[in-house]
Every structure is written in C-alpha cells, then in structure tokens.
C-alpha cells in the first residue's frame, strides 16, 4: 500500500513539474511575443506620424507654389500691359508731332508762296526746299527715337521673361520632388509556444519514474 501511495506522489510531483516547466514557458514566449508586437505597433505610428507630418508640408508647400505663380503672372502681366501702354504713347506722340510738323510745314510753304508773289518765284522754290528737307530731317530724328523706343522695350520685355523664368525655376525647386513613405518595418516573427508533445513526454516520464518508485518498493513475491 505504502509503495503504491509513494508511486502516485512520485508521479504527482513529476506531473507537476512538466505543467509548471511548460506554463513557465508559454509566459515567457507570450511576454516575448507581446513585447515585439508593442514595438511594431510603435513603429508603424512613427512611420504613420512621420508620413502625415511629411504630405501635410508638401501640401503646404504647394499651396504656396500655386499662389506664387499667380501672382507671379498677374504681376508679369501688369508690367507687359504697361510697357505696351509706354510703347503705345510713344507711337501716340511721335502721330501728334508728325502732323504737328505737317501743319507747321505747310504753313511754311503757303508763307513762301505769298513771299514768292512779291519778290519773285527763285526765293519761294529756295524756301519750299528748305522747309521741306527741315520735315525730312525732322522726319528722320522722330523714327530714329521710334525705333530706339521700340528696342529698348523689347529688351524691357526679354528682362521681364528671363526674371519670370528664373522665379518660376526657382519657385518649382521647392516642389519638384514629392515625398515618399519610409520602408515599413519589418513584421516580427512570433515565436511558438511549447509543444504538447513535450507536456506528453514529462508526464509520460513521471507516470514511468511513478512506476518505477513503486516497483522499487513493492516486496518481491518471493520474499
């Protein structure tokens, strides 16, 4: 009797120890696998922060890209509008002076005519040439100006699309590349609990050291 109840402790005990050993495994291979889950998770709402922080800068930057360029082109526009508009009241001018020197010309010409009727027709032909070559000469100095006016804005107007191509170039830099995620990280790879077999196989050593110990002491029929 006493070397079957000494059989069953000796089993009891061992069957014990093999439950303990694998629950104190699975503890520590959950704590483990919860732990590298935690630092994923964080990993991913870093990334997910830093990816939200990085569009909402880019989406900024945009705005202002797009708002810069309008103004950017209002303001080309005014300045090509006005410089047509000096350009324009130069042409303006030079009409109002020419039909200024028309008028003055043939005032000068009718004068000579009523001269050349008091003191002959020579001195009225030398007058109408004078006159006339002075129109020429006027003539010539008005498209002089015209043509230099017209030099100078077009050369206002290549300023004008030089400095609009440099600021958009340089306003682009600032857009040119788009941001792009960072490499998620890697997924852990969650380790396996105990096996069954292992619980199987200290209990099925702890029913056989059971076994044994009560073999040990049961007297021999013999005896």
């Known amino acids: 009797m006493l070397s079957a109840i000494l059989g069953i402790a000796s089993f009891a005990s061992g069957a014990m120890g093999a439950v303990g050993q694998q629950q104190s495994q699975s503890a520590a291979i959950n704590a483990q696998n919860a732990q590298s889950k935690a630092q994923y998770e964080h990993k991913l709402k870093i990334r997910e ?3 939200a922080r990085e569009t909402s800068l880019y989406a900024n930057k945009l705005n202002n890209y797009k708002q810069g360029m309008y103004e950017q082109d209002m303001a ?3 300045a090509m ?3 047509q508009a000096n350009l324009n009241m130069a042409y303006k001018q030079a009409k109002l002076e020419n039909q200024s020197e028309a008028l003055k010309m043939a005032e000068q010409l009718g004068d000579a005519r009523a001269f050349s009727a008091e003191r002959g027709g020579r001195s009225s032909a030398r007058l109408s040439v004078a006159t006339a070559a002075q129109f020429g000469r006027n003539q010539a100095i008005q498209t002089e100006e015209l043509v230099g006016a017209q030099t100078q804005s077009q050369l206002r107007r290549d300023e004008m699309n030089r400095q609009l191509g440099g600021d958009r170039r340089k306003a682009y830099g600032d857009v040119s590349v788009q941001p792009f995620p960072d490499a998620a990280p890697v997924a852990p790879v969650m380790q396996q609990g105990p096996s069954g077999l292992g619980l199987m196989s200290g209990l099925l050593g702890s029913a056989i050291g059971g076994y044994q110990t009560y073999r040990s002491l ?3 029929k013999g005896s």
């Open 49 to 51: 922060n830093s990816w």
């Open 81 to 83: 509008s006005a410089e």
């Open 218 to 220: 049961t007297p021999s």
């Open 76 to 78: 080309y526009n005014r």
